[in-house]
């Protein structure tokens, strides 16, 4: 089943950025020739999705500024402002599924980078299907084990989340409005056996720092290094 809608988690103050992030929200932040935000909306578009929530606490009257009504990419924004405070992840999602109806939605943290996109089908009988990547130096230990396709708590191999997944609205249902994190949330379906996932082998990077931006932009200009990206430029758990 296609997924028409998606989400891209855009509040976040951007703390490890500053000073760039200082009048500045993170996700504006250029990328070769574009704001970070906009390869996610381009991708997206591409992928048939017709609908995106963006969600904007810090400086987000910069960001629908900048993008508007998605109108110019093909796409239908719907805008989200969470206030001075952001939700944290789980709770902007659980804000946001008045827009999602019973259907299943990606998902996207909108300060990485990455040339793969999450499945746009739910496997039957999951709540939630997340992307995983190699561990990064920094984040040795990872987030998950993976195994046979299902996500675990532990394993002999672990990985650290991309900050990618597809998820059902019934994974929010029961939170109560207000700031969530996304990682208690997942535990519960995790011991349930209702998550499944998958890992990616594409390029991926978390924007994390003003170091790492500039690298990357070094490598997409040169085209240096770009196969070993995911190890040497990103961190886990660094939103």
Sequence with gaps: MKVPRAMLLAAGRGE???????????????VADKPLIVWHLERLAAADVTEVVINLSWCGEQLRAALGSGAALGLHIHWLDEGPTPLETAGGIRNALSLFGEEPFVVINADIFTDGLPPFSLPKGRLAHLLLV?????????????????????????????????????LFADLAPGRWPLRPVLDRALHAGLISAELHTGRWVDVGTPERLERLNVMLATGDGLASSVDSLSTGNDQ
């Design 134 to 170: 190699p561990n990064p130096p920094q984040h040795p230990a990872g987030d998950f084990g993976l195994e046979a396709g299902e996500l675990r708590l532990t394993g002999a191999r672990r990985y650290t989340f991309s900050g990618m997944g597809i998820y059902s609205p019934t």
């Design 16 to 30: 490890r950025m500053r000073p760039l992030t200082d009048h500045l929200p993170k996700p504006l932040l250029r």
